[in-house]
């Protein structure tokens, strides 16, 4: 375990956000804790990072006003910001998350506002810490000695490091006892035969005795978890083997230097068994052969935390392999999950390329016509809704103008502009990010001066939300309602105007991006919205959608990646932040 204190940052600033949530945006981190926050703004952020943008502004402005010195400080260096990092996979995310719990516990900050970050950028896990020194009453945590404090904090968690590594081995799923070695190999211990059992070394240092009785008495059978699991790595490993033979990942020859240019990625290490793998003829692979296998065996530890162990005879000639799994604790023949054969045959299999658009296709139709006096754009949901609005003529004339082919996509990408709000509402229907019910404490309507209601809510933290303006409709319904019928008809509202909220924040966001992306200073109607604008913005709505799970046909397939849920699985109500595109 490495635990660092990261650079400080003076004139009141937070720039740990951006660095972390930069990273959850392009895929390589995710949140994993929002420690003492707000109800909304952990409903804030959820909702960001569910559709695949980053929260910088909204995490920044947090900690800013959970800042306030009120004089009775003159530091200007307000951030906290702390990583803390182990070799390989030896602990998972949520581990990890455990660790930085008991870290800032340790150094003071548990009643402070922070935030976890889990980054799978490079082979080590590792997690980074965002918090504020400035305490509720305005005086700043004191930072003397902090990183002589941090590594001894650290230092008296992970006394019992060898037994908890130990009590991570004895968790996982397995079968046999060599199923059983390749576990203990993963953590980075060796194995020697002892009188009754195996003897354990770590760093050349003896790590304790594991009898086979004990081996043998936490083996697991035909579990249901085995075989889910197996056919999820199946789907895993094909994916990446597909991508590898297409040549869509660079050659372990020549990385890639990090945009920052300061650092070029981890080198991967030669698994000198490959060599040793012969084809049907009894040949050796040709090197090409072998650096595809390479590659898929570095991309599966990286990114899902896979580790691949081969097996061999007598003779030294590899026969078989194994997998362990550290996101699913388990251990397999890797013949249960693919036929080493298949495993190491890299032919290119061709498939059709997913349209950016299917993400619509799957959820309304588009239609583009004329009623005697306008011309339309008209929307049928898949739930059964439909909605309609007048649609301009240079919007009508790109229509009219695309060969029939293009037809379909041009009436889409006009529709994703102009019912952005509706597309959104429904997609939020059907797959809730959040459970509202349970997160409003009460809600209220409160007559304004002008006669016309509002909603006063108020969350369980007891921070209330700013009044919403009820619309006429909402108004009028409300007031015909007995005395008994109004608390559930203002919750019900409530949850939509909170949702729609989450809604319109997204657009503003896929706006502003639109703008970033084609220069322009401010977006026409979207009725009217020109052909490079309408297509930008389209795809940038696409995207996001894409990196939210709405059960469709053409749906991404899932991933479960290392030690944490993948973007699309559930959110966790109080303890994670979002799971963790544009």
Same mark, same amino acid.
């Given at each position: 375990?490495?635990?660092?204190?990261?650079?400080?940052?003076?004139?009141?600033?937070?720039?740990?956000?951006?660095?972390?949530?930069?990273?959850?945006?392009?895929?390589?981190?995710?949140?994993?804790?929002?420690?003492?926050?707000?109800?909304?703004?952990?409903?804030?952020?959820?909702?960001?990072?569910?559709?695949?943008?980053?929260?910088?502004?909204?995490?920044?402005?947090?900690?800013?006003?959970?800042?306030?010195?009120?004089?009775?400080?003159?530091?200007?260096?307000?951030?906290?910001?702390?990583?803390?990092?182990?070799?390989?996979?030896?602990?998972?995310?949520?581990?990890?998350?455990?660790?930085?719990?008991?870290?800032?516990?340790?150094?003071?900050?548990?009643?402070?506002?922070?935030? @976890?970050?889990?980054?799978?950028?490079?082979?080590?896990?590792?997690?980074?810490?965002?918090?504020?020194? &400035?305490?509720?009453?305005?005086?700043?945590?004191?930072?003397?000695?902090?990183?002589?404090?941090?590594?001894?904090?650290?230092?008296?968690?992970?006394?019992?490091?060898?037994?908890?590594?130990?009590?991570?081995?004895?968790?996982?799923?397995?079968?046999?006892?060599?199923?059983?070695?390749?576990?203990?190999?993963?953590?980075?211990?060796?194995?020697?035969?002892?009188?009754?059992?195996?003897?354990?070394?770590?760093?050349?240092?003896?790590?304790?005795? &594991?009898? @086979?009785?004990?081996?043998?008495?936490? &083996?697991?059978?035909?579990?249901?978890?085995?075989?889910?699991?197996?056919?999820?790595?199946?789907?895993?490993?094909?994916?990446?083997?597909?991508?590898?033979?297409?040549?869509?990942?660079?050659?372990?020859?020549?990385?890639?230097?990090?945009?920052?240019?300061?650092?070029?990625?981890?080198?991967?290490?030669?698994?000198?068994?490959?060599?040793?793998?012969?084809?049907?003829?009894?040949?050796?692979?040709?090197?090409?052969?072998?650096?595809?296998?390479?590659?898929?065996?570095?991309?599966?530890?990286?990114?899902?935390?896979?580790?691949?162990?081969?097996?061999?005879?007598?003779?030294?000639?590899?026969?078989?392999?194994?997998?362990?799994? %550290?996101?699913?604790?388990?251990?397999?023949?890797?013949?249960?999950?693919?036929?080493?054969?298949?495993?190491?045959?890299?032919?290119?299999?061709?498939?059709?390329?997913?349209?950016?658009?299917?993400?619509?296709?799957?959820?309304?139709?588009?239609?583009?016509?004329?009623?005697?006096?306008?011309?339309?754009?008209?929307?049928?949901?898949?739930?059964?809704?439909?909605?309609?609005?007048?649609?301009?003529?240079?919007?009508?004339?790109?229509?009219?103008?695309?060969?029939?082919?293009?037809?379909?996509?041009?009436?889409?990408?006009?529709?994703?502009?102009?019912?952005?709000?509706?597309?959104?509402?429904?997609?939020?229907?059907?797959?809730?990010? %959040?459970?509202?019910?349970?997160?409003?404490?009460?809600?209220?309507?409160?007559?304004?001066?002008?006669?016309?209601?509002?909603?006063?809510?108020?969350?369980?933290?007891?921070?209330?939300?700013?009044? &919403?303006?009820?619309?006429?409709?909402?108004?009028?319904?409300?007031?015909?309602?007995?005395?008994?019928?109004?608390?559930?008809?203002?919750?019900?509202?409530?949850?939509?105007?909170?949702?729609?909220?989450?809604?319109?924040?997204?657009?503003?966001?896929?706006?502003?991006?639109?703008?970033?992306?084609?220069?322009?200073?401010?977006?026409?109607?979207?009725?009217?919205?020109?052909?490079?604008?309408?297509?930008?913005?389209?795809?940038?709505?696409?995207?996001?959608?894409?990196?939210?799970?709405?059960?469709?046909?053409?749906?991404?397939?899932?991933?479960?990646? @290392?030690?944490?849920?993948?973007?699309?699985?559930?959110?966790?109500?109080?303890?994670?932040?979002?799971?963790?595109?544009?």
């Amino acid at each position: 375990m490495i635990v660092k204190k990261l650079s400080d940052a003076r004139g009141g600033r937070f720039p740990g956000a951006k660095y972390n949530e930069d990273k959850v945006a392009a895929g390589i981190a995710e949140l994993m804790l929002m420690a003492n926050v707000s109800d909304r703004l952990r409903q804030t952020v959820e909702t960001m990072h569910r559709f695949g943008l980053d929260a910088t502004a909204e995490v920044e402005r947090y900690l800013k006003e959970r800042s306030k010195t009120y004089g009775n400080t003159k530091t200007d260096r307000f951030q906290f910001h702390v990583s803390a990092s182990v070799e390989g996979r030896t602990m998972t995310p949520l581990e990890l998350t455990d660790f930085a719990r008991e870290l800032m516990k340790g150094m003071g900050y548990d009643k402070q506002p922070y935030f @976890v970050y889990a980054h799978h950028d490079t082979d080590n896990n590792h997690v980074h810490i965002l918090s504020t020194r &400035i305490q509720p009453n305005g005086y700043a945590t004191s930072d003397h000695q902090d990183i002589r404090r941090l590594n001894a904090c650290a230092n008296r968690i992970l006394t019992s490091d060898i037994n908890r590594d130990i009590e991570r081995i004895f968790s996982c799923d397995y079968e046999t006892e060599g199923q059983f070695a390749n576990i203990v190999r993963s953590f980075g211990f060796k194995m020697e035969k002892s009188l009754d059992g195996y003897r354990l070394l770590k760093n050349g240092g003896d790590a304790g005795n &594991i009898s @086979v009785g004990d081996i043998f008495k936490h &083996i697991t059978k035909n579990s249901q978890k085995r075989k889910d699991r197996a056919t999820q790595l199946r789907a895993i490993i094909k994916k990446y083997k597909v991508k590898i033979a297409e040549g869509k990942y660079q050659s372990l020859n020549s990385p890639e230097v990090s945009k920052s240019q300061k650092k070029k990625p981890t080198q991967p290490k030669t698994n000198p068994d490959i060599k040793k793998i012969l084809d049907k003829n009894g040949n050796p692979w040709s090197k090409e052969q072998q650096e595809q296998l390479q590659q898929l065996i570095f991309t599966l530890k990286k990114s899902f935390g896979i580790d691949i162990y081969f097996q061999k005879d007598k003779n030294g000639q590899v026969r078989g392999y194994g997998i362990v799994d %550290h996101a699913g604790k388990i251990a397999f023949d890797g013949s249960k999950v693919m036929k080493l054969s298949e495993l190491i045959d890299f032919v290119p299999i061709q498939e059709r390329k997913p349209s950016p658009f299917d993400v619509y296709r799957d959820m309304f139709t588009a239609e583009i016509g004329n009623d005697g006096r306008n011309n339309y754009m008209r929307i049928r949901m898949k739930v059964g809704s439909t909605y309609q609005k007048p649609i301009s003529l240079r919007q009508t004339a790109w229509y009219n103008s695309v060969k029939p082919n293009d037809k379909e996509d041009v009436s889409l990408t006009i529709a994703a502009t102009m019912f952005t709000e509706e597309i959104l509402l429904a997609y939020l229907a059907r797959q809730p990010i %959040h459970d509202f019910r349970n997160r409003i404490q009460s809600v209220n309507a409160v007559k304004n001066r002008d006669g016309k209601y509002a909603l006063r809510i108020t969350m369980n933290d007891g921070m209330p939300i700013p009044m &919403i303006p009820m619309d006429s409709q909402d108004d009028n319904d409300y007031r015909r309602l007995s005395p008994d019928d109004r608390h559930d008809y203002l919750l019900n509202l409530a949850v939509h105007y909170l949702t729609r909220e989450d809604a319109r924040a997204i657009i503003q966001r896929i706006r502003q991006t639109t703008k970033d992306q084609t220069g322009v200073r401010v977006l026409s109607q979207p009725q009217d919205f020109t052909q490079q604008t309408a297509n930008t913005f389209a795809l940038n709505f696409a995207k996001v959608l894409s990196c939210f799970n709405v059960n469709t046909d053409r749906g991404e397939n899932r991933e479960w990646e @290392v030690g944490n849920h993948s973007r699309y699985d559930d959110l966790d109500t109080k303890q994670s932040g979002s799971r963790l595109c544009m």
